[in-house]
């Protein structure tokens, strides 16, 4: 076969290194990739958004199945482009994308469903925000609608925080038009799980659950990012809650999406909140997560192109996913200043060291110099991901590994897998 990888963050380097491992792979491509990701595949230079550049590669390079890593392509509708030239893909149609490119559509078929999810109203004027805000005595959570590289979201504790999140995204536009439209929502608590599953429209395999730190600093601190780090599995996730997950979540809201004409193809994210009356879904992604992906994909066991295919083909009544019993622990190596502006065009020291089948170094925002140095070149540069026998030989694992790799300004979290 030949496979094409869409995207270039840590999430699509662990695609490809695990693509790659495929006996039925003949060729593997990835666009536009980054350096990491050019040592399993060979990389085009086509942004995923160019979806007639996307299409056109595909046809060139007679592609048989196209894996597309982040949302901003799925929304805009490359899987759609693709399967007009019969081209399947694994990931969904814009229609479907949507459970993740409009919350307040997310929330529209959790109703429908029955999916249990955290209390909302709908705002687009401040001062009708700002007064059901005061009616929760401002401990509510302001979520911009549209999508917001996962900063769209404020948990406020106060009347202050919630004033300054409200006009900061309906006044002063900080998302653009992504915020014009707010939901602000019942604050949960309770620990939080991503279960992620590989969907064809009806059936769904679940992939092990993982938990993501979403803080930029140790203990939960600091601003929200993309996430730093993550680790498989989670105890709060039992296999009760897995099959609660399967039965109340995921295959309730893909019978209302392909109720609606949107069959849902690709990886189905829920994002989980355990709270002490039950789970609660926070959040719905179209795609797999990042750096979820990249201690779950050790963790996988066997193939993963015959399942990516039975997803994009819409039956994968004949896939079992075997996974390891080992956990997996990956921590991001961020650049100095993220997640607010980032310094870029550091050299990176020790990011291709070969360690072994345990340690993966997975690249993000990487680059290649003139010289042939690898260098930084966006917020989060790294995920280090290793396996060990539980998670505390998995993180010092991963932590040593991290101890060999130098970035001028760089830093991560010392906690990851530790709650
Ligand atoms: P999201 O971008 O939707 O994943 O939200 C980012 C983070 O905000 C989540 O990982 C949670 O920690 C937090 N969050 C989102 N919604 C809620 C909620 N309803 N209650 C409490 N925390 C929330
Ligand atoms: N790690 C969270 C996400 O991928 O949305």
């Known amino acids: 076969m030949r496979i094409l990888v869409i995207g270039s963050g840590g999430r ?38 160019d979806l007639e550049g996307v299409a056109r590669a595909a046809r060139s390079r007679a ?22 030239d019969g081209v399947p893909v694994f990931g969904p ?96 608590e309770g620990p939080e799980a991503s279960v992620i599953a590989l969907a064809d429209g009806e059936r769904v395999r679940l992939l092990p659950a993982a938990q993501d730190h979403k803080r930029v600093a140790d203990g939960d601190q600091g601003p929200n990012t993309g996430g730093m ?64 992906t990249q201690p779950i994909l050790m963790r996988l066991q066997g193939d993963l192109v015959p399942a990516l295919l039975a997803a994009a083909r819409g039956d994968l009544s004949g896939v079992t996913l075997r996974v390891d019993p080992r956990a997996a622990v990956g921590v991001v190596l961020a650049a100095e200043g993220y997640p607010g502006r980032v310094a870029s065009g550091d050299a990176i020291a020790g990011a291709e060291a070969d360690l072994g089948p345990d340690v993966q170094i997975f690249q993000a925002g990487t680059a290649r110099s003139a010289d042939g140095t690898l260098v930084s ?26 101890s060999r790799i130098r970035l001028r300004g760089s830093h991560y979290r010392r906690d990851i897998g530790v709650k």
């Not at 592609?63 to 007009?84: K, N, T, W, Y």
């Not at 302001?142 to 999508?147: F, Q």
Request: charged residues 25%.
């Open 93 to 188: 149609s814009a229609a479907a994308a949507r459970i993740e490119g409009s919350k307040a559509f997310a929330k529209e078929v959790m109703a429908a469903a029955g999916v249990p999810t955290a209390g909302h109203a709908v705002f687009t004027e401040l001062e009708p925000a700002l007064a059901h805000a005061r009616a929760h005595g401002g401990r509510i959570v302001v979520k911009a609608d549209g999508l917001a590289a996962g900063k769209g979201v404020v948990v406020c504790q106060g009347m202050a925080e919630a004033e300054a999140a409200l006009t900061a995204m309906l006044v002063e536009r900080v998302h653009g038009s992504s915020g014009a439209r707010v939901l602000l929502e019942e604050l949960l």
């Open 12 to 49: 699509e380097h662990a695609l490809a290194w695990k693509i790659a491992q495929s006996p039925l792979v003949k060729e593997l491509w990835a666009t536009p990739g980054n350096p990491g990701i050019g040592r399993v595949a060979r990389l085009l230079d086509v942004k995923g958004e």
């Open 377 to 402: 070149s966006g917020g989060r540069v790294l995920t280090v991901t290793a396996l060990g026998a539980d998670l505390a030989a998995a993180r010092a694992r991963a932590y040593d590994a991290l």
């Open 63 to 84: 592609i048989d199945l196209v894996v597309v890593g982040p949302e901003g392509p799925l929304c805009s509708g490359l899987a759609d482009r693709l399967e007009r």
């Open 229 to 292: 780090g993550a680790f498989s599995p989670t105890a709060h996730v039992t296999p009760a809650v897995e099959r609660e997950v399967e039965e109340r979540v995921m295959l309730p809201a893909l019978r209302e999406l392909a109720r609606r004409g949107a069959p849902f193809r690709g990886a189905l994210y829920a994002g989980l909140m355990l709270t002490p009356r039950g789970i609660r879904v926070i959040e719905f992604n179209c795609r797999l997560g990042d750096p979820e």
